[in-house]
């Protein structure tokens, strides 16, 4: 039997969805939005299903509530009021990485499942997003009568099903907000960076960033961050760092505030890795003080 699902919010990770599960084995029933047109739109760009009322979702085998957190516990309640006296079992699931199942709190009704999936992928719109979540990982919560469901709703819409079980939601999305928006917000940092330096084009000088991310990340991967650390931190190269804050302070101050938090953590890491005590003492005083508008070169 095709899986009958209904997207609760026609934003960029329901879009995604709807445009991911009208390509399978699904039928997509539509969204439901705050506007009618933005609904429309949605169902538009993937090509199936139409603009849904809150009662429609009665009908769903699945119900996905890809809101903002902010929205979510609102959008679910307002959803329960108009369903109740439907009494259809099914499947209601969220894809938001901040909460667990406690947003459908007080809501059970016989047959009726919940669930969470977070799809651990970019979603700067949908195009993008449908095209990350091939083989990204999906984060599940839920039950054991919910888990299947979740699992075959995942591999529908090309993700790698991953079932979690209970720990610290916050914690958790704030890992992948410094995972994602993080790393995002560092090659900006990069990007700007070279471009103030000068020296290259800009073509090359996005070559340089990307090669030095993409092989930090392998690199982290494989031997493990601590492992994989290079650089001047992890030499104890006090002088080189105190040069690079100093450069920071007169072209880019802003950038500041990121270079010593990140070094700092890097810091970490060289001790773990048996930095001594006097080059790791030196490297930390070079980090708290004052830049002084030294330059200086490193070469890795």
Request: aromatic residues 4%; glycine residues 14%; positive net charge.
């Given at each position: 039997?095709?899986?009958?699902?209904?997207?609760?919010g026609?934003?960029?990770?329901?879009?995604?969805?709807g445009?991911?599960?009208?390509r399978?084995?699904?039928?997509?029933?539509?969204?439901?939005?705050?506007?009618?047109?933005?609904?429309?739109?949605?169902?538009?760009?993937?090509?199936?299903?139409?603009?849904?009322?809150?009662?429609?979702?009665?009908?769903?085998?699945?119900?996905?509530?890809?809101v903002?957190?902010?929205?979510l516990?609102?959008?679910?309640?307002a959803?329960?009021?108009?369903?109740?006296?439907?009494?259809?079992?099914?499947?209601?699931?969220?894809?938001?990485?901040?909460?667990?199942?406690?947003?459908?709190?007080?809501?059970?009704?016989?047959?009726?499942?919940?669930?969470?999936?977070?799809?651990?992928?970019?979603?700067?719109?949908?195009?993008?997003?449908?095209?990350a979540?091939?083989?990204?990982?999906?984060?599940?919560?839920?039950?054991?009568?919910?888990?299947?469901?979740?699992?075959?709703?995942?591999?529908?819409?090309?993700?790698?099903?991953?079932?979690?079980?209970?720990?610290?939601?916050?914690?958790?999305?704030?890992?992948?907000a410094?995972?994602?928006?993080?790393?995002?917000?560092?090659?900006?940092?990069?990007?700007?960076?070279?471009?103030?330096?000068g020296?290259?084009?800009?073509?090359?000088?996005?070559?340089?960033?990307?090669?030095?991310?993409?092989?930090?990340?392998?690199?982290?991967?494989?031997?493990?961050?601590?492992?994989?650390?290079?650089?001047?931190?992890?030499?104890?190269?006090?002088?080189?760092?105190?040069?690079?804050?100093?450069?920071?302070?007169?072209?880019?101050?802003?950038?500041?505030?990121?270079?010593?938090?990140?070094?700092?953590?890097?810091?970490?890491?060289?001790?773990?890795?048996?930095?001594?005590?006097?080059?790791?003492?030196?490297?930390?005083?070079?980090?708290?003080?004052?830049?002084?508008?030294?330059?200086?070169?490193?070469?890795?």
């Amino acid at each position: 039997m095709a899986l009958r699902v209904a997207i609760v919010g026609p934003g960029r990770v329901g879009r995604a969805f709807g445009r991911r599960l009208a390509r399978q084995r699904a039928t997509l029933l539509g969204f439901v939005g705050r506007q009618q047109a933005s609904a429309a739109a949605a169902v538009a760009g993937c090509g199936a299903g139409r603009a849904l009322s809150l009662a429609d979702l009665a009908a769903a085998h699945c119900v996905v509530f890809a809101v903002g957190d902010g929205e979510l516990r609102d959008c679910v309640a307002a959803a329960a009021a108009a369903t109740a006296a439907a009494g259809r079992p099914g499947l209601w699931l969220h894809t938001s990485g901040r909460f667990g199942l406690e947003v459908f709190a007080g809501l059970a009704r016989p047959g009726l499942r919940f669930g969470a999936l977070h799809p651990v992928a970019p979603f700067p719109d949908e195009g993008t997003g449908e095209r990350a979540m091939a083989g990204a990982p999906a984060v599940l919560l839920g039950g054991p009568d919910g888990l299947p469901l979740l699992r075959r709703l995942a591999r529908l819409l090309g993700l790698v099903p991953i079932a979690a079980g209970p720990g610290d939601r916050l914690l958790y999305h704030a890992a992948c907000a410094l995972a994602a928006n993080g790393l995002t917000a560092l090659r900006a940092l990069v990007d700007e960076l070279l471009a103030a330096a000068g020296g290259l084009a800009p073509a090359d000088a996005a070559n340089v960033a990307a090669a030095l991310l993409q092989g930090a990340l392998r690199g982290s991967a494989e031997l493990g961050p601590a492992a994989a650390l290079s650089g001047p931190v992890r030499r104890g190269d006090a002088g080189t760092v105190a040069a690079h804050l100093g450069a920071l302070a007169a072209a880019a101050p802003h950038a500041v505030p990121a270079y010593r938090a990140l070094m700092r953590a890097a810091l970490d890491l060289a001790v773990g890795r048996g930095l001594g005590a006097a080059a790791a003492a030196a490297v930390a005083r070079a980090l708290e003080a004052t830049p002084d508008g030294a330059r200086g070169a490193d070469c890795g």
